[in-house]
Antibody, heavy 122, light 114 residues
Framework: QVQLQESGPGLVKPSETLSLTCEVS?????????WGWIRQPPGKGLEWIGS???????YYNPSLKSRVTISVDTSKNQFSLNLSSVTAADTAVYYC???????????????WGRGTLVTVSS | DIVMTQSPDSLAVSLGERATINCKSS????????????LAWYQQKPGQPPKLLIY???TRESGVPDRFSGSGSGTDFTLTISSLQAEDVAVYFC??????????FGQGTKLEMK
């Protein structure tokens, strides 16, 4: 079955770049879907960060667009998130997720990784 | 961006009783060409990722118990748990997926046992 696993540093210093990777198993990223990143500050709600297609086509949340880069490596069957100039407000659990529909828009997410907590602190 | 507002923020219901959670969107989520509402509901338990319960406002995801139901259209939606079980204690989120991104979530409703 399809599984997603986030990985990356759990602690990032303010003003630096947060970098996470989502490894996909049980399904080839090249077969389709816009693969997404979603975050959740401790005790708070969910925020969609952005999504990427295997071709490299991306959509970003306008609220984060100036700081976000999402990339894909089909040879490793994984996609990555870079968030620059982080502050304490970027402290959150970061999830990667696969939408149910293999379309360019209209994503709801049936499959999520377990999430990884990233703390921004000096 | 479409703003999703849930009510109440928290709710305490007795075992076996009905729980009702509301979600209101700042614009209609009904697409006239297919008569579908682009609204999903999730359940999240502590330390776990969200679990998809409902999509298209009223379609239950495979494996979700039938005590969970979704209703509503346009801008007003409801998630109902017909008979609360202990394992239903969680935070519930709505999410719209209408039009182009960003797709936003409600702030969440914490459901507790009375």
């Amino acid at each position: 079955q399809v599984q997603l696993q986030e990985s990356g540093p759990g602690l990032v210093k303010p003003s630096e770049t947060l970098s996470l990777t989502c490894e996909v198993s049980g399904y080839s990223i090249s077969s389709g879907y816009y693969w997404g990143w979603i975050r959740q500050p401790p005790g708070k709600g969910l925020e969609w960060i952005g999504s990427i297609y295997h071709s490299g086509s991306t959509y970003y949340n306008p609220s984060l667009k100036s700081r976000v880069t999402i990339s894909v490596d089909t040879s490793k069957n994984q996609f990555s998130l870079n968030l620059s100039s982080v502050t304490a407000a970027d402290t959150a659990v970061y999830y990667c997720a696969k939408p149910t529909l293999s379309v360019a828009y209209n994503w709801y997410f049936a499959l999520w990784g377990r999430g990884t907590l990233v703390t921004v602190s000096s | 961006d479409i703003v999703m507002t849930q009510s109440p923020d928290s709710l305490a219901v007795s075992l076996g009783e009905r729980a009702t959670i509301n979600c209101k969107s700042s614009q209609s989520l009904l697409y006239s060409s297919n008569n579908k509402n682009y609204l999903a509901w999730y359940q999240q338990k502590p330390g776990q990722p969200p679990k998809l319960l409902i999509y298209w406002a009223s379609t239950r995801e495979s494996g979700v118990p039938d005590r969970f139901s979704g209703s509503g259209s346009g801008t007003d939606f409801t998630l109902t748990i017909s008979s609360l079980q202990a394992e239903d204690v969680a935070v519930y989120f709505c999410q719209h997926y209408y039009g182009s991104p960003p797709y936003t979530f409600g702030q969440g409703t914490k459901l507790e046992m009375k």
